[in-house]
């Protein structure tokens, strides 16, 4: 039988700093787990746990197995439930040239941008998806004896050192949020659908589902519901940061995105409510939260400013969805056709209907026309009113048509804006309607739609109501 190794004192090694002490001892801990000849990758985890939480008092380190079946990596460290970094851990036997390479790592590398791989010994640092920096406390000698490295504890004090305090690279163009935003919504999409496969089922999130098939789609199937909550989320968050970037000194977390839903929705309402509420399922709310702290450090300044400059739209927000989607789900995006109309292209196709309704349908109005005709049944007993001129947007997206229609028909009412309040609840609502197939898109019509209109917000808030909404299905 091997001899255990001997218990390290305090004072065995004079000069050594503090966290060199508390790494010797967690060494020892993995030497004397290892030489039993029966220690597993689970077996050292509590040590890993024991070690973070020593030396960085008020992190907490989570190794929770659930959210682990469900694709998240073995650690989560956060610290006042900030998410601060991600451990990846492997046996003690496996290589970690190797894992590095696998498609679990690469999913990890794209969407999470403060990560250690370690094997208990070895520690390799990422930051953004880029390697920084290798450290080794000890390699495997004979008889399973631990060699420690030559400057090893120094060296791996001070990476974990870094780790913890990294200011993560603030995302401050288009291109690099989208794909930041698209790794992490397929890491959620993995998630979920992996919940509904563990034994544990769907828990909470198959209750979510049900109350989509009751609202939406009532064939809906467990992967395309993982594929629309996910996309529904990140998209649902980004609008929600975009809405309180006016703020200042304002810490964005995923509790402000039920703020941002109008009342108006319920359905929407009640699920940004659950998402930013205690009772989001515990195997994605890492994810969730990884996701809010990334749009929290972003410069959204930069971010729509640069978006808006290259695309020559004037509001990147709405058609950021496009860039996002490219990165996310390109077969889908070309599936369903997201391509935007740029808004030049828009308001040239909505002004010539507007003046088509005036010069050839003889409405002088046009767009703005509030003629109400009645018709009646066979017998004469019962009638029904309904607006001439009806506009319906068959695959709304994120309803730009149907915002610039509102602009449109605003623009006509300078001089009588005493009468736009009025006008929008009788005559301008009831008959705008807008269809679309994809969850995200039809969040953002809802959700982002108030912030676009503030003319149209104002005439409800006239009326004691602050939220609209037109019919987008």
């Not at 001899?3 to 700093?17: A, I, L, M, R, V």
């Not at 017998?379 to 607006?387: E, F, M, R, V």
Request: aromatic letters at 10%; a negative charge; one cysteine or more.
């Amino acid at each position: 039988m091997t001899s255990q190794p001997p218990e390290p004192t305090d004072n065995e090694h004079e000069g050594e700093n503090v966290n060199e002490a508390v790494l010797r001892r967690y060494l020892h801990k993995i030497e004397k787990a290892y030489q039993t000849g029966y220690s597993t990758e689970h077996t050292y985890r509590s040590s890993l746990k024991e070690l973070l939480e020593s030396l960085f008092p008020g992190v907490i380190a989570t190794n929770e197995p659930k959210r682990i079946k469900c694709g998240a990596p073995d650690f989560i460290l956060t610290k006042k439930q900030t998410p601060l970094g991600y451990i990846e851990t492997k046996d003690i036997s496996v290589s970690l040239d190797q894992t590095e390479h696998t498609n679990q790592m690469k999913r990890y590398l794209d969407s999470l941008a403060n990560l250690i791989l370690t094997d208990y010994l070895e520690f390799r640092w990422y930051v953004a998806g880029q390697h920084r920096v290798t450290a080794r406390l000890a390699k495997i000698g004979v008889n399973n004896k631990l060699l420690p490295e030559a400057g090893g504890l120094e060296k791996v004090a001070d990476l974990l050192q870094g780790f913890m305090v990294t200011q993560v690279p603030t995302v401050s163009n288009p291109k690099e949020l989208a794909t930041r935003m698209a790794a992490l919504a397929q890491l959620i999409r993995s998630a979920i659908h992996l919940s509904f496969e563990s034994e544990e089922g769907g828990g909470s999130l198959h209750t979510q589902m049900q109350g989509f098939r009751q609202v939406l789609l009532p064939d809906l199937t467990y992967e395309q519901f993982a594929d629309m909550y996910a996309q529904t989320i990140c998209y649902g968050l980004f609008a929600a940061r975009c809405n309180c970037n006016d703020k200042p000194n304002v810490n964005f977390t995923r509790e402000h995105a039920a703020f941002d839903i109008p009342k108006t929705n319920p359905f929407l309402r009640k699920m940004f409510g659950y998402i930013a509420g205690p009772d989001l399922d515990e195997r994605i709310v890492w994810a969730v939260d990884d996701l809010a702290e990334l749009l929290n450090r972003a410069d959204m300044d930069a971010i729509l400013k640069d978006f808006g400059r290259r695309t020559r739209q004037e509001d990147p927000v709405v058609h950021f969805y496009e860039t996002f989607l490219a990165q996310y789900d390109p077969k889908l995006r070309e599936l369903r056709g997201v391509y935007y109309t740029p808004e030049p292209v828009v308001s040239y196709m909505v002004r010539s209907v507007d003046y088509l309704l005036k010069n050839d349908f003889e409405l002088p109005d046009g767009l703005a026309d509030d003629t109400v005709l009645k018709a009646y049944s066979s017998d004469g007993k019962s009638s029904l009113q309904t607006h001439k001129v009806q506009i319906l947007d068959p695959a709304t997206g994120t309803a730009t048509f149907l915002h610039s229609i509102i602009d449109l028909i605003y623009n006509s009412f300078k001089g009588n804006q005493g009468m736009w309040s009025s006008y929008v609840s009788e005559h301008l609502l009831p008959r705008l309607f807008g269809f679309e197939l994809l969850m995200a898109p039809y969040t953002v019509a809802h959700s982002y739609g108030g912030y676009r209109q503030p003319a149209l917000l104002w005439a409800l808030s006239k009326q004691r109501k602050m939220d609209y909404q037109f019919s987008a299905w």
